[in-house]
């Protein structure tokens, strides 16, 4: 049983680059849920997928930003002219359509930096 | 407005000391869900816990435990005998049922560091 799975680890790039994340959930899992973590802060959300389909958007998801979901399996989210501001843990997270179930089962997470 | 609160920033114990992590919330919902992780250096969130707004009955499990009270909006988390291999940064987590994305909202987290 694997469990949620981010790539790449590590990302370095250079201001004003465009950079992309992937991110593979546990199988079965329909809901899927994309956090940003800053250094000392507790994790933010960004966006919620269900099955394909975005549901929900944070106002920390400005237009440089673009999350998809094309068949409800792995999700990619995509920064364009990355900032400074940028650099952060992108976090991933998952869970099943369950009423019992609503702990969200959390990726290794990927970490960019922009230089 | 959705909040949850930590104000213990860091905590030092040495082994083997009983430590209670604190957490605050506040929400509207009648129906809500409050959860513990810890994140270790690795950085991967572990789910540890979770309580239902609906259930407010005290548990324990393992060396851990925990003391849900709404009147008070505190959800708190006790680890017993600490250990070494406890030293991570421990979230408290709101997630609200009315919202139908279940996202949650995170506390700062608090550091626990446990010395030999």
């Known amino acids: 049983d694997t469990g949620v799975s981010q790539n790449p680890r590590h990302k370095i790039t250079k201001r004003g680059q465009n950079v992309t994340f992937r991110c593979d959930p546990i199988s079965e899992h329909n809901r899927l849920y994309w956090y940003r973590q800053t250094l000392g802060q507790g994790p933010e959300f960004l966006t919620y997928?269900?099955?394909?389909?975005?549901?929900?958007k944070s106002r920390l998801l400005s237009d440089r930003f673009s999350a998809e979901r094309p068949k409800g399996s792995f999700s990619t989210l995509e920064i364009q002219r990355t900032e400074q501001g940028d650099s952060a843990m992108y976090l991933c997270?998952?869970?099943?359509?369950?009423?019992?179930?609503?702990?969200?089962?959390f990726g290794p997470g990927t970490r960019l930096t922009v230089t | 407005a959705q909040k949850v609160t930590q104000a213990q920033t860091e905590i030092s114990v040495v082994e083997k000391e009983d430590v209670t992590l604190d957490c605050v919330y506040e929400t509207r919902d009648t129906t809500y869900y409050l959860f513990w992780y810890k994140q270790p250096p690795s950085g991967e969130l572990v789910f540890l816990i979770r309580r239902n707004s609906f259930d407010e009955q005290n548990e324990i499990s393992g060396r851990y435990s925990w003391n849900f009270q709404k009147s008070t909006s505190s959800f708190n988390f006790t680890i017993t005998a600490s250990q070494v291999v406890d030293s991570a940064v421990y979230f408290c987590?709101?997630?609200?049922?009315?919202?139908?994305?279940?996202?949650?909202?995170f506390g700062t987290g608090t550091r626990l560091k446990v010395l030999a």
């Open positions: 987590a709101l997630s609200e049922g009315t919202s139908g994305t279940y996202k949650y909202i």
């Open positions: 997270a998952s869970n099943p359509e369950n009423v019992r179930v609503h702990e969200q089962y």
């Open positions: 997928f269900q099955n394909e389909a975005q549901l929900e």
